[in-house]
């Protein structure tokens, strides 16, 4: 049988062993992380080969896999008849070197309508493009970002920049 001061030890401890996995619930319920971002897109676009630039107004959705790593989808308009692209639809994957320093890097297509010379109809084409970009996400609040960002897109031997704000919201 055991000592009254040796049962009141086994008792703390094992009070001690059930009360841990409702301390970390509890801390862990405290900080919500949220796993889904959308966001709106508001910038410039410029393309250097025919030295246009334009307005770009996009919407963007991305998956937290974990701390560091993301992946998403981003769909472009470009609402500007300078620039020969229409819309640009990408699919990052996203990597935060820092707190909020993220790179990404990501397959897409690009639509576009070529202008003809003699004034005729123009064509609509679609080509393999590749994003690489960099930007800063600041949280506003437990909800709320702002990230400024830059972007690359890699098109049949030219590029064309992207940048500008995105505001995104945390579910």
């Known amino acids: 049988m055991l000592s009254g001061r040796t049962s009141s030890i086994a008792l ?12 970390a619930q509890e801390s862990e319920e405290a900080e919500v992380e949220y796993k889904n971002e959308v966001e709106l897109f508001v910038g410039g676009v410029t393309e250097t080969e025919e030295s246009a630039s334009g307005f ?27 620039v020969s692209r229409n819309w640009l639809v990408v699919i990052p994957v996203y990597f935060l070197v820092t707190e909020g320093l993220g790179i990404k890097a990501g397959p897409g297509l690009e639509g576009s309508k070529d202008k003809p010379e003699d004034g005729g109809e123009s064509e609509s084409t679609t080509e393999f ?43």
């Open 12 to 23: 703390f401890l094992l009070l001690c062993l059930c009360a841990a996995p409702l301390a």
């Open 129 to 171: 493009a590749l994003r690489l970009g960099a930007g800063y996400e600041f949280e506003l609040g437990s909800r709320f970002t702002i990230s400024p960002e830059v972007n690359a897109d890699l098109i049949g031997g030219n590029v064309t920049w992207v940048y500008g704000v995105s505001f995104g919201f945390l579910f």
């Open 56 to 82: 770009g107004i996009g919407l963007e959705y991305n998956r937290r896999l974990s701390s560091r790593w993301r992946i998403g989808v981003e769909a472009i308009e470009i609402s500007t008849t300078d």
